[in-house]
């Protein structure tokens, strides 16, 4: 499995066009420390790639990534408008997540995307992607399957029988453009939030924002892909378990940084993004896995957008580390 990290900043980008943080002004001051709004590519096949959401910064990291320029392909003879980029899969209907679509609408054969159903509405009927579109390109939704999990056991009171239970469900992936050989994705619920725009519409469930778990059935190798995360669940500590690479949240540093950034009164927690740190933080959840652990989607107030942070070297003895625009990992 071959991925591309394309971005790894959270809304607003770093430096953000209306913050003066000390994180926004050193990246100001040192343009190395500048990172996009977090982003994957996946190959899913021979120079085929999907993203993993659209930013608003997609066409910057469509040029950054010369594996996703046009003419890639040694068939494509005269055809100039070609493109190795077969479609985007989004974890979440979020501007900064959603708004790269627009950005697409020169896609000669139309754009494949993949959501959950609440995503696609929210993108359909709260921005109006489709509509905004449809003259220029054609979108084609397709649903994201959810796994929620082994089912909790059932306790009825009687006796034990010999009569094995229902073996653990796997929900089958999803195949990824054309090949059903190349890479199979599905949706592990992490949180019921909402984006603003789209608050009092669709259904309250758990899959307005998901994590992703890539699977190369060809390999076997996985990787799971959350750059939000309001809540640990039984089900995503099942899918980082098997995981060999894990992208987690890594908005926040502490649960009251937001807070005393001052641009907010609500805690990380409070805002759907565990922190780092803390008793209720990611990073001693995360040392116990066996994959590699990598935080993406920084805050520019998380004080790793600073690559000299001391906090660098916490993540190192922990085994863990922060992502970087344009690495490239191959499982
Ligand atoms: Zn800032």
């Known amino acids: 499995m071959l991925l591309q990290v394309l971005g ?9 066009w209306n913050c003066a943080c000390p994180g926004c002004t050193g990246a100001r001051a040192h343009p190395a420390r500048r990172r996009r709004h977090a982003a994957l590519a996946v190959r899913t096949g021979e120079d085929r790639w999907y993203l ?13 990534t010369p594996a996703l320029h046009p003419g890639a392909r040694s068939d494509v003879g005269s055809d100039i408008r070609h493109t190795p980029l077969a479609g985007v899969v989004l974890t979440d209907a979020e501007l900064d997540h959603t708004l790269g679509l627009a950005r697409l ?34 979108v084609r ?12 056991a059932v306790d009825r009171g ?14 089958p992936g999803l195949p990824l453009g054309e090949d059903a050989a190349g890479i199979h994705v599905v949706a592990v619920p992490v949180s019921a939030k909402r984006p603003r725009y789209a608050a009092g519409t669709g259904p309250d469930t758990d899959t ?73 933080g990611t990073a001693h959840r995360l040392t116990g896995l066996p994959g590699r652990c990598l935080y993406t989607h920084l805050n520019n ?10 906090q660098h070297k916490s993540l190192a003895e922990w085994g863990l580390e922060a992502a970087t625009d344009g690495m490239v990992i191959e499982l």
């Open 208 to 280: 307005w924002s998901v994590a992703l778990r890539l699977t190369e059935p060809a390999t076997g190798r996985t990787a799971l892909y959350a750059p939000a995360l309001a809540v640990w669940s039984d089900a995503f500590e099942a899918a980082a378990r098997a995981a060999d690479c894990v992208f987690v949240d890594g908005t926040f540093w502490d649960d009251d940084e937001p807070v005393r950034a001052g641009f907010t009164t609500r805690t990380a927690t409070a805002m759907g993004h565990l922190p780092i740190t803390g008793p209720t």
């Open 8 to 16: 790894t900043a959270a809304g607003g980008g770093l430096p953000q």
């Open 105 to 138: 609408r020169e896609a000669r054969d139309g754009v494949d995307v993949v959501a959950t159903p609440p995503v696609r509405d929210a993108v359909r009927e709260g921005l109006r992607l489709d509509a905004l579109l449809e003259p220029y390109t054609a």
């Open 158 to 171: 009687s006796p034990p029988t010999l009569a094995p239970g229902p073996s653990p469900t796997v929900t």
């Open 301 to 310: 107030t998380n004080p790793l957008g600073d690559p000299h942070a001391e």
């Open 52 to 64: 993993v959401n659209a930013t608003p910064d997609l066409g910057d990291q469509i040029e950054a």
């Open 141 to 152: 939704w397709r649903e994201l399957p959810v796994d929620r999990g082994p089912s909790p």
